[in-house]
Nanobody, 119 residues
Framework: QVQLVESGGGLVQPGGSLRLSCAAS????????MGWYRQAPGKQRELVAN??????NYADSVKGRFTISRDNAKNTVYLQMNSLKPDDTAVYSC??????????????WGKGTLVTVSS
C-alpha cells in the first residue's frame, strides 16, 4: 500500500510564504506524476500545480507565486507558496500517480493540510 504524508501547512499573514511537502512511501515501481490540489470552504477541489517528467503545470491563480518541485530520490514533492493571499486559504492535498508493481497506474491522495492566510 502506498501512503502520502503531507506537512507544512499553517497560519500565515497575507504576503507571507509557506512550503508544503508530501512524501510517498510504499511498494511501487515508480511515480509518474505528483501534484497539489486545494479545496476551499464551499468550493470544489481544484488543481494547484503538478509535475511530471520535469514538466510543471500551474493554475492561473497561482502562476508566478507558487513553485512546485520534486525530489525523485526521496519520492517527495514540494510546493513553495509566496505572496500568499486570503483567497489561497484551503485544505491542500497531495496527489501521486503511482506505477504499481503490476505496471498499472493508480492515484493516491494524502489526508490534506490546512493553509490559512489571514491577518
Amino acid at each position: 500500500q502506498v501512503q502520502l504524508v503531507e506537512s507544512g501547512g499553517g497560519l500565515v499573514q497575507p504576503g507571507g510564504s509557506l512550503r508544503l511537502s508530501c512524501a510517498a512511501s510504499g511498494i511501487m515501481l515508480g511515480i509518474a506524476a505528483m501534484g497539489w490540489y486545494r479545496q476551499a470552504p464551499g468550493k470544489q477541489r481544484e488543481l494547484v500545480a503538478n509535475i511530471s517528467g520535469g514538466i510543471t503545470n500551474y493554475a492561473d491563480s497561482v502562476k508566478g507565486r507558487f513553485t512546485i518541485s520534486r525530489d525523485n530520490a526521496k519520492n517527495t514533492v514540494y510546493l513553495q507558496m509566496n505572496s500568499l493571499k486570503p483567497d489561497d486559504t484551503a485544505v491542500y492535498s497531495c496527489n501521486a500517480r503511482i506505477i504499481a508493481t503490476t505496471g498499472r497506474r493508480m492515484d493516491f491522495w494524502g489526508k490534506g493540510t490546512l493553509v490559512t492566510v489571514s491577518s
